[in-house]
């Protein structure tokens, strides 16, 4: 009797990835041997807790209890309306805001250092250390020592450490010491080498929270799974609230952690479109953006294969942006890899349009976001314009903008001073 | 046989030790390297480890990661890295080691092209620090190809079955790290001669041990067990002072690294 051929079952763009670190051609871990030790610790750890109901039940009630999730999803109507007034009829989609804002210390880092803290105590680490760019994974991972009684060391860019200082305040009043480093161009890129450096000679009582997709594996594949809930939230908040899937969900990248988490739950549902939005600085200039997947190529930077910002020689390149959280050449490899694939598309925005959107949600909705999820709202207002009324379009509102509200004045009076066309 | 092989058979038939200096290419001065290798060979050099500076060198430590920040300033790249070491290549005999990032590697167009410049510049061999045995089968397969050596890095953290793999995987010499963390010459170094001797007992190649050898004293107990002992910060420390301090750092690194020699005897 002939045998019908098996039909080949297509992998699903989500089973990812492969026990070596590997998203299709990114990833991996391009590490000193030094480090090989500890990241090995930490694959055969988190794959024991990903067996143990209690370890995820215990976060989850973290989170619940302590980060107050889930986190709203907020139909922004007085935004949604503002859109409309611009766009043709029949046009101009609902905006919802994934609030992830209104996290315990305003932000969704949260969600990824109560997760690591957890596996730094279940590993026997007394110490963590994180790098940290806007300073809200600084917080975060500050926060959640306090919280399992850790000491924490936290490296921060000089240049960060000036313009948000609110968070350089925050973190040593949770105890934590924050090491601000010199180097380079003092921002987000040389305090993650300095975390590096650390962990490279205290891993065997240290922890590094990595606080974005970014890294040598396991981290890219950790943090998007504790950034998942985001997604996860997002989709049932949507059955109830809009009963269907949402057509667009927007999230601004950096290394990519919110976007991860809000786009995870969702690479297998092709109809939803999902959008990255990098950071296009001033312009497309070498050293006037930070948008590695629209205009870099791939490389290796901190460990991992992924798009990123270099010279024809592997050099990394300078980068600019108004947000300290997406000042940063490199980007999560799966990122790179949802990119080649097709299935998310990456986009910029401006600082200008950054500062604008920044300014508008605060005036339309009461809610001064954060200069990075600033990013994703400027674009948000772009596709939403183009889509049907009846189309429902989720940002992901990934932090508050307290820290930034210093910075945000700053540039806004400068603009002020030399309008445009002058 | 490459270079490197033949230099450490020579040298254990004669029962000698090797001392292996770093120095990162373009420091302390653009055009300097031509100049401090043949310097390097008359302080009793037997191979030379020439760093490739990068952005973002993680596995080290602040002085050499400077050096490395001011070669990229003065705009040194690595076909001028090439250009220098080929000019002075033929009145070398010391063995020469390619050491850079692997991010560098893909940058110029990967371990074929990258391999290919630096057989052609007269390099003899590649350490690639940020490549674990993993992701390394690409260089490796490369540099065999060439004909250059690749030594592995072996870390006090690496169990001793990794630690047999990285040797396998090596030709030329093992590279033994004396202790973790980042390089620098600050906090001396512990003993090694168990590891060392472990190491013997899967692979015949020869041992340098590196991280944090600065004195002809720590030179002579590292080469007591193995077969060389590289010497990175600390020279690289002495070349930026002084060129900081006017002096000349080509004759002050020759002083240096000559006095170090005396370690490997007695």
Redesign the interface.
């Known amino acids: 009797m002939p045998m019908a051929p098996d039909k080949p079952v297509a992998p699903k763009l989500s089973d990812v990835p492969t026990p070596e670190g590997r998203f299709g051609a990114f990833g991996g871990r391009y590490v000193p041997e030094t480090l090989i030790a500890a990241l090995e610790q930490l694959s055969a750890m988190y794959e024991r807790i990903c067996r143990d109901g209690k370890f995820w039940d215990e976060l989850h009630d973290l989170l619940r209890t302590y980060v107050g999730r889930a986190t709203p999803l907020f139909k922004a109507e007085r935004l949604t309306g503002h859109v409309r007034a611009g766009a043709g009829a029949g046009r101009g989609a609902t905006i919802w805001l994934k609030r992830e804002d209104l996290a315990h210390t305003g932000a969704h880092k949260i969600n990824n250092t109560l997760g690591q803290a957890m596996l730094a105590v279940r590993m026997g680490k007394q110490r963590v250390i994180a790098e940290t760019g806007a300073g809200q994974h600084g917080v975060a991972t500050a926060t959640a020592a306090a919280h399992f009684g850790l000491a924490c060391d936290v490296y921060m860019g000089a240049e960060d450490a000036r313009r948000q200082h609110l968070n350089v305040v925050r973190m040593k009043m949770l105890g934590a010491n924050v090491v601000e480093v010199d180097a380079g161009s003092k921002t987000l890129k040389d305090a993650t080498n300095e975390a590096l450096r650390d962990w490279m000679g205290s891993s065997d009582h240290t922890h590094y929270i990595l606080g974005s997709v970014v890294g040598p594996h396991p981290f890219p594949m950790i943090v998007r799974d504790f950034q998942s809930i985001i997604g996860r939230e997002i989709k049932a908040q949507s059955l109830r609230l809009m009963q269907k899937l949402p057509d667009t969900i927007v999230a601004c990248v950096g290394g990519g952690s919110n976007a991860a988490g809000a786009f995870f739950p969702f690479i297998d549902e092709a109809a939803v479109k999902l959008v990255g939005v990098e950071a296009g600085g001033r312009g497309k200039g070498p050293g006037e953006h930070a948008a590695p997947l629209n205009l870099g190529k791939p490389g290796v930077l901190h460990g991992s294969m992924s798009y990123v910002l270099q010279d024809e020689n592997g050099q990394t390149a300078d980068v600019h942006s108004c947000s300290a959280g997406l000042d940063y050449p490199g980007v999560g490899p799966e990122h790179s890899y949802w990119k080649d694939a097709g299935r998310v598309s990456y986009t910029a925005a401006t600082d200008a349009e950054a500062l604008d959107a920044f300014t508008l949600l605060a005036r339309t909705e009461g809610i001064i976001p954060a200069l990075e999820s600033a990013h994703a709202v400027a674009h948000a207002l772009r596709a939403a314009v183009e889509m049907k009324a009846d189309q429902h379009l989720v940002v992901n509102l990934s932090g508050r903008g307290d820290k930034d509200v210093d910075e945000a004045a700053r540039l806004l009076s400068i603009r002020a001073e030399s309008p445009p066309g002058r | 046989m490459s270079r490197i092989d033949d230099i450490f058979a020579d040298l254990r038939r004669d029962g000698r030790k090797a001392l292996m200096p770093f120095v990162c290419a373009g420091h302390p001065r653009r055009g300097d390297t031509a100049l401090l290798l043949p310097a390097l060979e008359r302080a009793g050099a037997s191979v030379v480890e020439v760093g490739f500076p990068?952005?973002?060198p993680?596995?080290d430590?602040?002085v050499i990661?400077?050096a490395m920040?001011g070669a990229?300033r003065a705009g040194v790249?690595?076909?001028m890295v090439f250009e220098e070491v080929g000019s002075i290549r033929e009145w070398l005999k010391v063995g020469l080691v390619a050491m850079v990032?692997?991010?560098?590697?893909?940058?110029?167009g990967g371990a074929g092209r990258f391999v290919g410049m630096a057989k052609d510049a007269g390099f003899d061999g590649l350490i690639v620090?940020?490549?674990?045995?993993?992701?390394s089968g690409e260089v490796r397969a490369a540099a065999a190809a060439a004909g250059l050596t690749m030594s592995?890095?072996?870390?006090?953290?690496?169990?001793v079955e990794?630690a047999e793999a990285?040797a396998k995987a090596s030709t030329g010499f093992v590279y033994l790290?004396a202790r973790?963390?980042?390089t620098g010459d600050g906090s001396g170094i512990p003993d090694v001669s168990g590891r060392v001797s472990r190491l013997r007992t899967f692979s015949p190649l020869p041992v340098a041990v590196g991280f944090g050898v600065s004195t002809p004293e720590q030179v002579r107990g590292v080469v007591r067990h193995a077969d060389a002992a590289i010497v990175g910060s600390a020279l690289v420390r002495r070349l930026t002072e002084a060129k900081t301090a006017g002096r000349d750092p080509i004759a002050e690194a020759e002083g240096f690294v000559g006095s170090l020699a005396g370690g490997l005897v007695g």
């Open positions: 990068y952005t973002d993680i596995a430590g602040p990661a400077q920040h990229l790249t690595p076909r990032s692997y991010s560098i590697v893909h940058g110029v620090p940020d490549l674990p045995l993993e992701e592995m890095l072996i870390a006090p953290s690496t169990p990794r990285l790290l973790a963390g980042i």
